[in-house]
């Protein structure tokens, strides 16, 4: 081995990123890995054909832990984050609309186009929605309170999260914690009566998991998409200026500003463990690096069953770890335009198309698009979540051409027939396309190219198992002090000198950013 480093961590994800970053700023002399060419992991910007730059995977930001954008000093790297306003834009077949927006008013306004009483009851369901993201907000900024543990340290931090319900009022406390356990269908049928409202809500709740929105704890995914929401903008995102990889540039400027190292092309074959001690690394080459510590930006699955040596760990451990859910069933979709997709709902209409574009007309499209996949199939009418970024950046398409990044749910890893092949990537494509081109005929002769990304490809070419793109799903046996597993939810591993930093740890998927500044905290803890 040569010299050693203080930690290594494995992974140029965003959260490997920010673990780095930390522990550089600390005085660490830290080694970051990355098996790709490029950092990022699923937060990158590609040129995937020329001229044309997508957003591969993720494609919007939602909460950015505020600790990292300003200890890192994202915005003087090259942060640049875009409201999206209108939030959405849902079409529907019969030359309908719904459009939400930032300002309440405005998407009263909009609803009461469709219903009276869900636009009075706009106000009052918007704040339910605040109060609980807020709530989530602030277990997000912390590590999990360890419920087993009899230290005081633990107990007060249990009795902080009983403060914060408090804060909220005896009624108010009640009834967020209604909330996190119900179906999203449940939830919005106590509110609203429209159909077209409520697929377009109910998407959030289901958005990345294989689940319908029937499924108990959809809710808790709906405000986990809520948390950072300000003035009741409802499925609000951001875009990066210059696409969300510049996001992970910011992040690999700090890191190396304080001093972090990192090498891509390079592939992590296994975790060195002596004496029940993680100790360094074993590349693909057959170079082995020390390190005091390892901190893997990988799932849970990939670092303790590929990267570790089973025989370092306790079976009940291995056993809860191969029974993490994963079950991948998102797709990607990214298409170059020759022109904008020409909505019916909106002839002619550029300004509506700048926030998410959400093919979710109703709760039953929705559950019958899940219906498909849980057994085994593509969905036939699936749910498609599309952006134009290129409409308020147009430098990520050439003059007077635009590029569509679009989510596609449901695509189960799992197929009933055979497994994901060419002819079953070109069928995806077609059926995505099939779908918009009911709801903007122009666009399938707009293609000038595309690019289809199944949840294998997800997992080859990004390292997500099943192609899940919350490193394991977030469910409610899933999230809070049970990720990864429970009793291992403060990022430290059974294995000593090893610990998680992915979204695979609390509080689980997005780009937020906060597994890794969490974990870097535990870290310097010792």
């Known amino acids: 081995m040569n010299d050693a480093y203080d930690a290594i961590v494995i992974g140029a994800g965003h959260n490997g990123l920010v673990a780095a970053a930390y522990l550089a700023r600390a005085g660490l002399r830290v080694l970051v890995l990355e098996r790709r060419e490029l950092v990022g992991g699923a937060v990158v910007s590609e040129e995937v054909f020329p001229g044309f730059t997508f957003d591969t995977a993720a494609h919007h930001i939602g909460w950015l832990h505020p600790a990292v954008v300003r200890d890192l000093r994202l915005e003087r790297r090259g942060l640049e984050l875009m409201p999206c306003d209108p939030t959405v834009f849902a079409p529907t077949l019969d030359g309908g609309q719904l459009l939400l927006w930032r300002q309440p008013k405005d998407s009263v306004e909009a609803i009461r186009q469709h219903s009276k009483a869900d636009a009075d009851r706009w106000p009052a369901f918007t704040a339910l929605v605040t109060e609980g993201a807020a709530f989530l907000e602030s277990l997000y900024r912390q590590p999990p309170p360890d419920v087993l543990s009899r230290k005081t340290s633990d107990l007060w931090k249990l009795l902080r999260v009983r403060r914060r319900l408090r804060r909220l009022g005896r009624r108010e406390m009640m009834e967020v914690l209604r909330l996190l356990p119900m179906t999203v269908r449940e939830l919005l049928d106590e509110w609203f009566e429209t159909d077209l409202l409520k697929g377009v809500l109910g998407a959030a709740g289901i958005t990345g998991i294989f689940q319908g929105p029937m499924a108990a704890g959809t809710t808790y995914l709906f405000l986990h998409h809520h948390v950072g929401i300000r003035d009741g903008a409802l499925r609000g995102a951001a875009r990066v200026r210059g696409g969300v990889g510049n996001l992970t540039k910011a992040l690999e400027a700090a890191a190396r500003a304080h001093g972090a190292e990192i090498k891509t092309n390079t592939r992590v074959e296994r975790v060195v463990i002596k004496d029940g001690r993680a100790t360094g690394v074993a590349l693909v080459s057959g170079e082995e690096i020390a390190a005091t510590r390892v901190v893997s930006g990988a799932d849970p699955r990939r670092t303790f069953l590929d990267l570790v040596d089973p025989v370092h760990l306790d079976p009940s451990f291995l056993r809860a770890v191969r029974n993490i859910k994963y079950r991948g069933g998102v797709a990607r979709v990214n298409l170059a335009l020759g022109e904008l997709p020409n909505f019916s709902s909106a002839p002619g209409e550029e300004s509506v198309l700048r926030g998410l574009i959400s093919i979710s007309p109703s709760i039953a499209y929705l559950e019958r698009a899940y219906d498909d996949a849980k057994h085994g199939d593509l969905s036939h009418e ?65 293609i000038l190219h595309r690019q289809v990304l199944t949840p294998l490809d997800l997992e080859a070419t990004l390292g997500l198992t099943e192609g899940n793109i919350y490193h394991g799903e977030m469910t409610l046996d899933q999230i809070l002090f049970l990720r990864p597993v429970p009793g291992w939810s403060r990022y430290r591993t059974p294995i000593s000198g090893l610990y998680l930093c992915g979204a695979g740890a609390h509080p689980g998927g997005g780009v937020t950013g906060a597994p890794g500044y969490h974990a870097s905290r535990q870290v310097l803890k010792g």
């Open 382 to 446: 699936p749910y498609l979540e599309a952006l134009i970024p290129s409409l308020a950046d147009p430098g990520l398409a050439p003059p007077g051409k635009h590029i569509m990044s679009v989510l596609v749910q449901y695509a189960p890893y799992h197929l009933r027939d055979g497994v994901w092949d060419e002819a079953k990537r070109e069928t995806l494509g077609d059926r995505v396309v099939e779908t918009l081109t009911r709801y903007a005929p122009n666009i399938e002769s707009a």
